[in-house]
């Protein structure tokens, strides 16, 4: 961050991305307070990049391969309609899909892609709709998603906001807590 940032009041990474890919565990220990409200997991996670060259992403894609091969759990790489590079990942057991998520994420710092990544995304289901919870790495905090079509339930998601700011850091602006529609999860 240089000196304008500071004087107008930009933040940058929360932390070295080490720090910021630690605060991705705080979801396990919320996951009890989330089951009890009624949310179950969809399975699926995922790690949002910024767009970047086809080389680049190969590069991206054979670096995950090599770190998770032995991890259990299914993966895939895919682009969705803004161009943004996703690695989405699925596991049945919820602990299991955060570490899966956490050690990917490790890969990517390790091998040069921390700056290129710019949320996760986890998926659940409430009364058969769709909720996420999304981690901003340059924020390093946790803030709901609840789409309905082509609005948002921002009551729903301050609502959601309350509950979990007990058990995970909380993005306290909520003009920070960008919609992330239709993520391939």
């Known amino acids: ?3 304008f940032d500071t004087i107008f009041g930009r933040r940058g990474r929360a932390g070295s991305d080490w720090e910021a890919n630690e605060r991705i565990l705080d979801i396990s220990s919320a996951f009890t307070m989330l089951e009890s409200h009624g949310m179950k997991p969809t399975g699926s996670a995922g790690i949002c990049l910024k767009p970047m060259s086809d080389s680049d992403f190969e590069r991206v894609i054979s ?4 770190s ?3 991890e259990r759990g299914r993966h895939k790489y895919t682009a969705d309609e803004y161009g943004y590079h996703w690695i989405v990942m699925y596991n049945d057991e919820f602990d299991r899909l955060v570490e899966l998520l956490h050690s990917t994420v490790k890969s990517l710092i390790k091998n040069g892609f921390g700056e290129r990544i710019l949320c ?6 409430e009364d058969g709709n769709r909720i996420y919870l999304v981690y901003s790495y340059k924020r390093g ?8 079509d082509t609005k948002r339930d ?6 959601l906001a309350s509950i979990l700011k007990k058990e995970m850091n909380i993005e306290k602006d909520a003009s920070c807590w960008y919609p992330i529609w239709n993520p391939p999860l």
Do not use: C, R, T
């Not at 670096?63 to 090599?66: A, I, L, M, R």
């Not at 996760?120 to 289901?125: E, P, R």
């Open 120 to 125: 996760a995304v986890f998926g659940f289901l």
């Open 68 to 70: 998770i091969s032995g």
């Open 141 to 148: 905090s946790f803030y709901p998603f609840v789409p309905l």
């Open 154 to 159: 921002m009551e729903k998601e301050v609502k």
């Open 63 to 66: 670096d995950v391969n090599e």
């Open 1 to 3: 961050m240089g000196l």
